[in-house]
């Protein structure tokens, strides 16, 4: 947050020499009227709210409703000894069991932006750099990358663009194998 | 598809640029896929690197370090075709990262809205209106932020019918308080087009803005006793609370009564508190010189004057200050003959 500029001025004046008042320091007079008050400020409040009631000739009703959203919610958290970061809910792909308490339900740390907490976590975490379309469902990822992440011991995060991505699960599932003899039937 | 430039939301993080803060565009597709955006510079502009397919709503998120407490600072719906909305807030102040006023103040709020169905009687409802939506929050004394979990009040939910520029003008905040002239708070305008306008599920928001009010400021001064002739004016002690983001604030005295329009007004230097600040702030600090500074006898009026954007208010006023330093001698002389 920007932090405040505060000046005071620390003008240390001679005024032996000054005759009365200092002039020198004199400026048009500002005109200053003192603040309302609550009372003025509710009448002006009433008023507008008696001219919207005429607007409004019904009742007020919500037609649609609107989702509070949030983004640690709709976020799996990872942490590290020190720090923690977030990503999309989905995007974490692959958790070996010796690594499930990096995934947390609540901050630990200081928060990183994923950028910053991968490099400094590359000996647990691995990158899978995906397409929209995979990250869709509409093409799978690899089989075979897939069935490395087994062996390389790593928390995989899916990302497209370097951004942490959620994958739809048709992505990650085996194609369905086709039974030829069964489509040439 | 249309291939979407997010200039407009990154900027909005220029206000929260620095270290206690972390910003994070996410982009949420049609289909609920979801996609951060990073690595986030404070400024600057990038292209959806797949382009927006049907639509997307990108979100602008900062998240504070000390707490971990969020907040949405923006967000925008991309879509090739349902409704745009544009909100627009004007006030007093020409401040311009979030539009802020005071509370006994006007602003105006301007929303234009296009691509409402107004002539084809058979089309889905949904598409005949958007939603104008206004809500406000009272936040917590001495801050500046509406806290996570903060209650908002709805003042408007009214569905647009018509395309075009419509306005509400001269209008002062919803906001409640017990004490309205330290009301601190929020109020945040919205256009939103209908849940089943083909853009995924809930209402989804087309633009919105908000505005910051902010309390009137007051001040008290401690020192002078109006009773008393002064051969040595006295220290003061001047408290100021809730002086406006943008204000300048100083004593003035001035001789003789009260008046609207002193003559030969003079400013303390001494006294003189400039805030450039995203919130009011409060000081306490003494002046000692207005012994040296008003030299001639006579009978004044001392005044704290707080300028801002809005005019001048005089927050504070005593009358009289007697200066009298003339020896006066009581007595008679008699020869010693």
């Known amino acids: 947050m920007k932090n405040s500029i505060f000046v005071v001025y620390l003008l240390l004046c001679a005024t032996s020499l000054a005759q009365s008042v200092d002039v020198s320091n004199e400026k048009k007079s500002v005109v200053a009227h003192k603040p309302p008050t609550h009372k003025d400020i509710a009448k002006i409040q009433r008023k507008q709210a008696l001219a919207k009631a005429e607007i409004r000739k019904s009742p007020l009703k919500p037609i649609v409703t609107i989702k509070k959203h949030s983004l640690i919610g709709n976020s799996t958290l990872l942490a590290s000894s020190r720090y923690w970061t977030l990503v999309p809910k989905g995007s974490v792909i692959h958790i070996p069991t010796h690594l499930k308490d990096r995934i947390v339900n609540k901050p630990k740390g200081k928060l990183l932006n994923w950028s910053d907490f991968l490099r400094k976590n590359y000996g647990w975490l691995h990158v899978q750099e995906i397409k929209m379309s995979q990250a869709k469902g509409r093409n799978k990822i690899n089989q075979k990358a897939i069935e490395a992440y087994q062996s390389i011991g790593k928390i995989v995060v899916a990302t497209c663009a370097k951004g942490p991505i959620s994958v739809a699960p048709d992505a990650l599932k085996p194609p369905t194998k086709v039974d030829i003899k069964d489509t040439k039937n | ?337």
């Open chain 2, 1 to 337: 598809m249309k291939k979407l430039l997010l200039s407009l939301l990154v900027t909005t993080a220029v206000s929260y640029a620095n270290d206690g803060y972390m910003n994070q565009i996410v982009q949420t597709h049609a289909d609920g896929t979801t996609h951060m955006i990073t690595p986030l510079a404070a400024a600057g502009t990038s292209y959806d690197a797949d382009g927006v397919v049907d639509s997307s709503v990108f979100r602008l998120w900062t998240i504070r370090l000390s707490d971990n407490a969020e907040y949405l600072l923006d967000e925008k719906t991309v879509s090739s075709y349902h409704p745009q909305g544009i909100v627009k807030i004007n006030t007093g102040d020409p401040y311009t990262l979030i539009p802020r006023t005071r509370v006994d103040q006007t602003f105006s709020i301007e929303f234009e809205v296009s691509g409402i169905v107004t002539d084809d009687p058979s089309v889905h409802d949904a598409a005949k209106s958007v939603i104008f939506d206004h809500r406000t929050t009272e936040y917590a004394s001495g801050e500046s932020e509406a806290l996570p979990g903060a209650h908002w009040d709805t003042h408007d939910h009214d569905p647009i019918i018509s395309n075009g520029t419509h306005s509400f003008n001269n209008i002062v905040t919803q906001i409640q308080a017990a004490d309205l002239t330290q009301a601190r708070g929020e109020e945040v305008f919205s256009i939103y087009a209908n849940p089943d306008f083909g853009v995924g599920e809930g209402a989804t928001l087309l633009d919105h803005k908000r505005i910051q009010i902010w309390p009137i400021a007051s001040a008290t001064v401690s020192g002078i006793d109006t009773s008393v002739e002064y051969t040595k004016i006295p220290q003061v002690n001047v408290n100021l609370v809730d002086l406006y983001p943008d204000s300048t604030t100083y004593i003035r005295v001035y001789e003789g009564e009260p008046s609207a329009t002193p003559v030969s007004p003079l400013n303390i230097n001494t006294s003189f508190v400039i805030v450039d600040d995203v919130k009011p702030v409060n000081r306490s600090y003494n002046v000692t010189s207005l012994d040296t500074r008003i030299t001639e006898d006579g009978i004044y009026t001392m005044e704290v004057i707080h300028e801002t954007p809005f005019g001048a208010d005089l927050l504070y006023q005593t009358y009289p200050l007697k200066v009298e330093r003339s020896i006066k001698v009581n007595g008679n002389v008699n020869s010693s003959e």
